[in-house]
């Protein structure tokens, strides 16, 4: 990556940290003020958890597109100056009323489709998927470090210094907006990265695309319902200060990732997505089975190891199936619906779970996600195997620029194309290929056909 890309890739990485961080910094620790918190009950703070999913959801997309219009960096701008707003209101609430308030304005805030936009537009085609790459593992990382700070930050500020850290970082996120991140030279449409409102329907219809996003709502309303218990059965089984927390977070996310990390790559090596995403299901229910019996150290340890290996397979994998099923002409959209379901399942999570949680106990919480990952499983034993083709993005030369249809034709005759997809204003074209037919070489001798010109360095995904 050039010096520019490498400023661009670690401030968009860090922007989206600060809005992971305050999602899931809160998470381990939120039900343990369930007592103190001022007209708090068992719903309303599964509504207070859940609903910064609700207005995510609801807004990442419309955000996306509206970048287009407006600028990538003031639709970012406002999105953190609405988190930030939240995060204030939520620090400052004196009932859960102002803490639902200030989650909904955190979650308003929703600029994931925007930063991906961004990153198109300063990052060249074949270099985005390092960039991708960097953003994910940024994602991970947070997750990790939001569950062990989370219980850290409570024990010296209670609560409100969570809210407050998040707007401090929230803070520290627009300057580097600012400050950091290049202003792009132009901005445009990306389809293979943002929402489009052309693809929507065709996503929203197609039955393969639906079984991995009711997957991952369900792994996310899952995750939610299960915090609404979590942070008290540590007090009350094990005998934990929420002080102590921490201590059992570390180990464990860190073993789920070392079970996770080789799986995920022996899946992808041998082409077994679908085995793997079925078998971390299955780990997924038997985990909802034994956490309502797990009233000792060992079995809960080994319950929360089995549930974030899963759980990590699972947000890895399917993203990954979610790019290689949908059309290459609709991969943005593709991803934007999907992740708007990764938002409504924790918002589902977290309003079911405190329900659920008023009228029969943690077991019913437990149950919920028990339900759902079995009716996940079934969804997903009966998906069509997942294709092995793959994403490729190439920057064609000016010379094939008044000769775009012509160009679609001559790439869809290569050997092992199974999809084009060619963009004039980006100069670009976005293929799915067959990794073991397809020929870079035939590819980079039609570029030279059209006349002068380089050639593009492939983009994989």
Not at 30 to 38: E, N, Q, R, S, T
Not at 398 to 407: E, F, G, P, T
Request: glycine share 10%; net charge positive.
């Amino acid at each position: 990556m050039t010096s520019l890309e490498l400023r661009a890739t670690s401030g968009l990485a860090a922007i989206y940290a600060v809005r992971m961080a305050g999602l899931f910094m809160v998470l381990p620790v939120f039900m343990l003020y369930a007592d103190v918190l001022p007209a708090a009950t068992p719903f309303l703070m599964g509504l207070a958890l859940g609903i910064y999913g609700l207005t995510q959801a609801m807004l990442q997309i419309p955000f996306g597109m509206l970048s287009d219009r407006v600028g990538r960096k003031p639709l970012i701008a406002l999105g953190l100056a609405l988190f930030i707003a939240g995060s204030v209101i939520a620090a400052l609430a004196e009932s859960v009323y102002g803490i639902i308030l200030g989650r909904a304005l955190q979650g308003a805030g929703a600029v994931a489709a925007a930063v991906l936009a961004l990153t198109a537009d300063l990052i060249a085609e074949e270099r985005r998927t390092r960039a991708l790459a960097v953003i994910g593992l940024t994602i991970g990382v947070t997750f990790t470090a939001s569950m062990v700070l989370g219980p850290l930050v409570d024990r010296w500020f209670g609560l409100a210094g969570i809210f407050w850290l998040t707007a401090l970082l929230g803070l520290l996120a627009l300057l580097l907006l600012f400050v950091w991140v290049p202003q792009p030279a132009h901005s445009r449409p990306h389809p293979d990265m943002v929402p489009m409102p052309g693809g929507l329907r065709s996503v929203l219809r197609d039955p393969e695309l639906l079984r991995l996003n009711a997957g991952i709502f369900v792994l996310h309303l899952t995750l939610a319902a299960n915090f609404l218990v979590l942070p008290l059965t540590l007090v009350n089984r094990l005998g934990l200060e929420p002080a102590q927390h921490y201590l059992v977070y570390l180990p464990v996310l860190l073993l789920g990732f070392a079970l996770m990390i080789p799986a995920v790559i022996r899946a992808e090596r041998q082409r077994a997505l679908k085995p793997a995403l079925v078998g971390a299901i299955v780990v997924l229910i038997a985990v909802q089975v034994l956490l309502p019996f797990s009233a000792h150290w060992v079995t809960l340890g080994l319950a929360l190891v089995l549930f974030f290996a899963a759980f990590n397979l699972l947000e890895a994998a399917l993203p990954s199936l979610v790019a290689k099923t949908a059309p290459v002409a609709a991969k943005g959209t593709a991803m934007g619906v999907f992740s708007s379901c990764q938002f409504l399942g924790i918002f589902a999570g977290g309003l079911l779970g405190g329900v659920l949680l008023s009228h029969g106990g943690s077991a019913a919480v437990f149950g919920l996600g028990l339900a759902g990952a079995l009716l996940w499983l079934w969804a997903a034993v009966t998906m069509a195997p997942p294709s092995h083709l793959a994403n490729r993005a190439y920057a064609f030369p000016d010379a094939w620029k008044q000769a775009s249809a012509q160009l679609n034709a001559r790439l869809a005759e290569l050997a092992g194309v199974a999809e084009v997809r060619v963009s004039a204003s980006e100069a670009a074209v976005y293929l799915k290929v067959d990794p073991g037919r397809f020929d870079e070489t035939a590819l980079r001798d039609l570029f030279r056909s059209g006349g002068s010109g380089g050639t593009g360095a492939a983009s994989r995904a």
